[in-house]
Nanobody, 114 residues
Framework: QVQLVESGGGLVQPGESLRLSCAASGFAFSDYAMRWSRQAPGKEREFVAHIGIDTIGTIYTDSVKGRFTISRDNAKNTLYLQMNNLKPEDTAVYSC???????WGRGTQVIVSS
């Protein structure tokens, strides 16, 4: 079955960086666009970034443009989210998902605090 397992979250100070990973299995990873979303405490799930199957087409929510980079390694069935210059408002549980499906991972916690 489809499995998506995120890793790489943690506690960082404002301005620092993190790289999230999402290990995918149970489906043809290279045939699907992928996405990252996040959910902060008490808030709705928010779209963060999307990447097409060609690894070139990317879309970001405005609040992370210029700071976050989504990428994928189809040979490793892995999705990434490089997060630079993190801000306290980036604090959330980050989840990866298969685009246009209801498949999501359980998420990894990111806390940005001084």
């Amino acid at each position: 079955q489809v499995q998506l397992v995120e890793s790489g979250g943690g506690l960082v100070q404002p301005g620092e960086s993190l790289r999230l990973s999402c290990a995918a299995s149970g489906f043809a990873f290279s045939d699907y666009a992928m996405r990252w979303s996040r959910q902060a405490p008490g808030k709705e799930r928010e779209f963060v970034a999307h990447i097409g199957i060609d690894t070139i087409g990317t879309i970001y929510t405005d609040s992370v443009k210029g700071r976050f980079t989504i990428s994928r390694d189809n040979a490793k069935n892995t999705l990434y989210l490089q997060m630079n210059n993190l801000k306290p408002e980036d604090t959330a549980v980050y989840s990866c998902g298969v685009a246009r499906t209801d498949y999501w991972g359980r998420g990894t916690q990111v806390i940005v605090s001084s």
